[in-house]
């Protein structure tokens, strides 16, 4: 949710893990553009809790774009993200249960076609308010939003990846 015009982008995911989060991210910068800033909770896709100052793979990818990530320190602090989730329950399973839709695939393909758009048509509120994202133009946003890790070479030229040699 846009803090600034209520806007919404909205996915569905089985879990929230790196790979997910990193996928929504991409597609949200392709459609909007690069945000200034990224406020989520202290979940462990975003915040190393063993080493807090160690950038996470959602962390690189923000910091290579220039976005500030900002880390709640309370569940209060999300309360708008909470609010609206009340809303969608209510509107959005409505919607859902109207059209048969029984899968992860098959929601976020309604979201897609058009449940976000109307969504944002009525309660959005962008009037006089300036689009603050950057462009994301001539950006190679898949080489950002991937894993990446760093290894070392060892002296035969392998290097190891989750336990296995490739040379």
Same mark, same amino acid.
């Given at each position: 949710?846009?803090? !600034? ?33 990224? +406020? ?9 809790h063993d ?20 880390? !709640?320190?309370?569940?209060?602090a999300k ?35 058009? +449940? ?38 060892? +002296? ?6 989750? !336990?296995?040699?490739?040379?």
């Amino acid at each position: 949710i846009d803090d !600034a015009s209520n806007r919404l982008m909205l996915r569905f995911a089985p879990v929230e893990d790196t790979h997910h989060v990193l996928g929504f991210w991409r597609d949200y910068i392709q459609r909007y553009g690069i945000p200034a800033e990224s +406020y989520t909770d202290r979940h462990s896709v975003y915040v190393d809790h063993d080493n807090p100052e160690h950038l996470t793979q959602f962390g690189r990818a923000m910091a290579a774009l220039n976005i500030r990530h900002i880390k !709640a320190h309370s569940p209060q602090a999300k309360g708008r993200v909470e609010r609206v989730n009340r809303t969608l329950q209510d509107r959005l399973l409505r919607a859902m249960r109207e059209q048969n839709i029984s899968s992860i695939d098959q929601a976020n393909a309604f979201l897609d076609q058009g +449940y976000t758009t109307e969504h944002n048509l009525r309660f959005a509120h962008c009037d006089g308010l300036s689009d603050i994202h950057r462009a994301a133009d001539g950006i190679d946003v898949n080489n950002i939003f991937c894993i990446e890790e760093q290894r070392s070479v060892n +002296y035969d030229w392998t290097i190891t990846v989750h !336990a296995q040699y490739i040379q």
